[in-house]
């Protein structure tokens, strides 16, 4: 069976992805962020797939439908962390 919570801990940039918005998130759970378009070390594919992990996972949530703002080369207010999502981040980092 596969783990979630296990390629968390084994993916150090999925973990920083989700970390972003957690910590996006601390303020105003409810509040819509921008996507988050470069990370250290990940190809812009790679960051692609890793946030379409996230949603299939359910610990980040999109909103593209409603976008308040149009901002070229971003993607603006279009994804907030989901409690879930939280929580497995403090699970991973909990038994780092």
């Known amino acids: 069976m596969f783990d979630e919570l296990e390629r968390l801990r084994a993916s150090e940039t999925l973990f920083t992805l989700l970390s972003h918005y957690a910590e996006l998130a601390a303020d105003d759970r409810e509040r819509w962020h921008d996507r988050r378009m470069k990370l250290e070390g990940c190809e812009r594919r790679e960051l692609v797939r ?3 992990e996230l949603l299939a996972y359910g610990w980040l949530e999109q909103n593209t439908g ?3 703002r ?12 989901t409690t879930a999502g939280i929580r497995a ?4 980092r909990s038994e780092e």
């Open 89 to 92: 981040c403090k699970q991973a």
């Open 50 to 52: 890793l946030h379409g």
């Open 70 to 81: 149009f901002e070229p080369g971003s993607v603006a207010g279009c994804y907030r962390v």
């Open 66 to 68: 409603q976008l308040t």
